[in-house]
């Protein structure tokens, strides 16, 4: 199958309307390039909303965390207003508190002996 070579016109022979044709397309051509350009990179553009649904989807992760956080400490909290086993826990263990009678035993960590 031969192809055939599309003709090409001299610009002599186009006319003035076919001119401000093609003046026109190439210019709304232009224009939608502008257009789709800046809707894909601009200040609101597609990636920049990417970018922010991203950092709200991060943003709210980190909130959830918090408030489950906060709900421990709430409880934490209260245990240590009423609960007498877990205020003497907490006495033992950040202060240092003992009753009368226990021993404290201190283990330290020993290198191990050398080979000699």
Do not use: H, Y
């Not at 076919?18 to 210019?27: L, Q, T, Y």
């Not at 609101?44 to 992760?61: D, V």
């Amino acid at each position: 199958m031969k192809r055939r070579k599309p003709r090409v016109t001299p610009v002599s022979d186009v006319t003035p309307r076919k001119r401000r044709r093609r003046i026109v397309e190439s210019a709304l051509v232009a224009i939608g390039c502008i257009v789709l350009g800046d809707s894909l990179i601009g200040e609101r553009g597609l990636i920049r909303m990417w970018r922010a649904q991203e950092e709200a989807r991060t943003e709210q992760r980190l909130l959830s965390q918090a408030q489950a956080k906060a709900i421990r400490l709430r409880e934490e909290k209260r245990l240590l207003e009423s609960d007498w086993s877990t205020i003497e826990d907490a006495a033992r263990r950040e202060l240092g508190l003992i009753k009368p009678g226990e021993k404290i035993f201190t283990i330290k960590d020993v290198p191990p002996a050398s080979n000699r």
